[in-house]
């Protein structure tokens, strides 16, 4: 049943040129430079420290790594990080 | 933009200290719990701003954690006006300071007369004391610059005219005082002669030779009383001095219409008071116009200052006043009876007190284009007589 709507989904996102954030609950992640990180649709925080930002999505989570992070604001689906991002990662779990 | 609405309603920083302090932040999202800037400041302990109304819901929330809180800052504005309540002193001081200022820039300091003599200066202070234009007066609770003008000049009965000017916190007081002619003393010898053409009524002379008697008919200029007195070889010369009283005929025209309409007040009255802001009159006190169905409408403006500058809001005291249109037509017996008393109330104007109307007459009297056009002779007894200086010739 959820492998037919992931089919289901990826072709409507190739076919009717939607957004895949919407049609596929992707995150949608927007950088400007090193200083800030932009998350919408994630699914809470993990973990958190000075250097390291673990978010939940809906598959998997995503790391970033970095120094002196401060979120700036946070709200149930939308997350913003300040600080000095070094690497963004897709981890499974 | 959310920052500033939260400076406003107030926020914390809280320092939390425990290992979990990231399942903290997701219970604060799924509670609907605001946080914001969150900085980790070691492996167990995060700063947090939170606002103040969320406070108490975050704290359940963290004693279900078994996290421990520290309060390291309390920002915005209801923290800025409690540390400001402890400097109250210099709140109230500063509010005091300007309510001061307010009230003295309001208050009259000086009151300046010009143009008058001391005598004069001095009752028109003493009037103005009585109307209440003192130094320390408050200028919004006086009557306006025209209302002390028309009060002043009605009691002040030996001058012309007073202008009143108010200029910031002084008030000018202008006078233009009436010249009262001394009363030339009587000096030389003279004779009196007539200043019209008169029938003589009666004679009285007090000095000198009375050239004329009883039902003569005098010219204008022509001698009455001589000052030549004593033998006609040895004339004396004196200042001749009498009242001749002569009969005079005055012509009057007066013009009465039989139709006029004219606006009278009706009595009734209705005050409405705004409190003008910026050039927009709000209404305070007094909502109506009374309903009337003609009216007239006068605005008195009082402008308040804070020291020399006009304050942007005065209070305008309006009055509307009901009139009402009237319609007056006479008959003719009316008009000729209305055009007699007028004109005798204009021959009054021209005559001297001490005149006496003997007898009236209506000469001629005539109705065209709803007028009355009325001629009125009047037989009037006053006294003809003036001073004529006689040249003294040299040598003699």
Redesign the interface.
């Known amino acids: 049943m959820g492998k037919l709507r992931q089919q289901v989904n990826k072709w409507m996102m190739q076919n009717l040129e939607l957004p895949a954030d919407v049609v596929m609950d992707l995150p949608r992640i927007t950088m400007i430079g090193q200083l800030h990180i932009y998350i919408e649709n994630h699914r809470?925080?993990?973990?958190?420290?000075?250097e390291q930002l673990t978010l939940k999505l809906k598959q998997g989570t995503l790391v970033i790594k970095g120094s002196e992070?401060?979120?700036?604001?946070?709200?149930?689906e939308e997350i913003l990080l300040e600080g000095t991002i070094s690497s963004v990662d897709f981890g499974k779990e | 933009m959310k920052t500033n609405w939260n400076h406003i309603k107030g926020y914390v920083r809280l320092e939390i200290i425990g290992q979990d302090s990231s399942s903290f932040i997701n219970t604060c999202l799924q509670s609907d719990i605001q946080i914001w800037d969150i900085q980790p400041l070691d492996h167990n302990r995060v700063l947090v701003s939170i606002s103040i109304s969320d406070l108490r819901k975050a704290k359940a929330i963290l004693k279900e954690n078994k996290l421990k809180i520290r309060i390291k800052e309390k920002k915005g504005t209801p923290f800025l006006l409690k540390k400001m309540w402890k400097r109250n002193g210099f709140i109230l001081g500063m509010a005091a300071f300007i309510f001061v200022l307010f009230l003295l820039s309001n208050m009259i300091w000086n009151i300046n007369v010009t143009g008058a003599n001391p005598k004069t200066e001095y009752e028109l202070r003493k009037a103005a004391v009585e109307i209440g234009v003192t130094k320390g007066k408050f200028i919004f609770l006086l009557p306006n610059v025209r209302e002390i003008q028309r009060q002043l000049t009605e009691k002040m009965d030996n001058v012309t005219w007073i202008g009143v000017t108010q200029h910031g916190t002084s008030y000018r007081l202008e006078v233009v005082e009436k010249e009262i002619p001394e009363a030339k003393p009587i000096t030389g010898p003279r004779h009196l002669v007539a200043t019209k053409e008169a029938v003589i009524h009666s004679v009285f002379v007090e000095k000198g030779q009375p050239i004329v008697g009883v039902n003569d008919y005098v010219k204008k200029g022509s001698l009455l009383v001589s000052g030549l007195i004593g033998k006609e070889k040895k004339p004396q010369l004196v200042s001749a001095k009498g009242k001749i009283w002569g009969e005079v005929w005055y012509q009057t025209e007066v013009e009465v219409p039989l139709n006029t309409s004219f606006q009278t007040y009706t009595g009734k009255y209705k005050n409405r008071h705004y409190v003008s802001l910026f050039g927009l009159n709000l209404p305070v006190y007094g909502f109506s116009d009374g309903e009337f169905k003609d009216k007239t409408e006068t605005l008195n403006e009082t402008p308040l200052y804070l020291a020399k500058w006009k304050m942007p809001f005065s209070y305008i005291k309006k009055e509307v006043r009901e009139t009402d249109g009237v319609k007056r037509s006479y008959t003719k017996a009316e008009a000729i009876e209305v055009g007699k008393k007028m004109a005798k109330k204009e021959l009054g104007k021209k005559l001297p007190e001490d005149a006496k109307i003997k007898g009236e007459k209506v000469w001629q009297q005539n109705v065209s284009n709803g007028k009355v056009k009325l001629t009125m002779l009047y037989q009037v007894i006053e006294n003809i007589a003036s001073e004529q200086p006689i040249p003294i010739q040299q040598g003699e």
Do not use: H
Not at chain 1, 44 to 50: D, H, L
Not at chain 1, 69 to 76: A, E, H, S, Y
């Open positions: 809470g925080v993990k973990a958190f420290s000075n992070f401060v979120i700036k604001t946070i709200l149930p």
